[in-house]
């Protein structure tokens, strides 16, 4: 008997070094395991999922069998699988939720960095490098999250690999799906791919409140967000929600880009948020005999860093392996070598070491 109590609490144990993929914390915090039994070596875990159909159901019952079974004395191990009913999820989902005030994204005290990247004009490449930033934050050990407010142009799913994934309701909250280590959420996966999102303001203010407050993306070292290009209702949404959110503005070496993109930064500015910097994208292409080929001119990104009084924080140069490395859904950053890649990389280096030195600094949201 005293034996059973004994190995019901080694098993116990075990189990807390089974993590939930999505929740991303130990299932025994999560009262996933209402029970434990023991008879001689045979052991009978009872599990209860958060869902009926969690996707995570598979991997979550075989990693539970390793755990039980790897304990000293345990000869069987059954596994009872049952989803946990509607009072246990509600407690769990507002346990999750913690003391963040409704409707607002982040607790009061939250360390997290918001990093929202913007465009005067589309097509400047601002979602393939918001995406390979998320990755590059995330192999420097970063916890990241990324939201896709790109309502009318979201591509951030594809960009990941991820173009099918699709988010995991629990109770009120919803689990992002993840990839290249980025939690990543976008109205992408809540809308058909072929479906044109013609919503209004309002609609789009919800939607993108919705994302930042019931979407559980856990403890954030960096929250990045993809912005739609311009100055239009998700800009000044985001600046609402997050009044201190830092911006970077991504524009082509075009001098005639420099006006848009610095009105999107003064709509930026205008909500209190800070702009840290501007990224040229698309700068010079190095061709095979070392000579550079100028497509889109010079000078625009320089030019938009000077009209802000910001610095520029990148030239990123044309680079085919970066755009078939989005179309693959494989981000170039992952492949050192490509010097687009590489230049995003030390703008992460740059980023995450400017994140560190911002410790104990609070976020300070104001209510509204
Ligand atoms: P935006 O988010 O500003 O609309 P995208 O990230 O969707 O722009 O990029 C637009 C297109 O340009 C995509 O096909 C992308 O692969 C390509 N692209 C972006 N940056 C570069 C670059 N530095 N070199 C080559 N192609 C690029």
Redesign the pocket.
Known sequence: MADDEALEAAVRRALGSVIDPEIRKPITELDMVPGVSVQGGQVTVDLRLTVAGCPAAVSIERDVRTAASSVDGVSEVSVSVGVMDAATRDALTARLRGDRPSGHPFTADSLTRVIAVT?GK????????TANLAVALAARGLSVGLVDA?VF?F?IPG?LGIADAKPTPVGELIMPPRAHGVAVISIGMFVDARTAVSWRGPMLHRTVQQFLTDVHFGDLDVLLL?LP?GTGDVAISIGQLLPHADVIV?TTPQTAAADVAERSALVARQTGQNVIGVVE??SGLVQSDGSVLELFGSGGGADTAERLGVPLLAK?????A??EG??AGEPIVLRPGDA?GDAIARLADELARRGRGLAGRKLGLSPR
């Open positions: 465009s589309g097509g400047v490449g601002k979602s393939t490098i790109d142009g591509s960009l993809d290009p991504v994208n698309m990123i140069p044309l680079s085919v970066l755009r989005g179309d687009a």
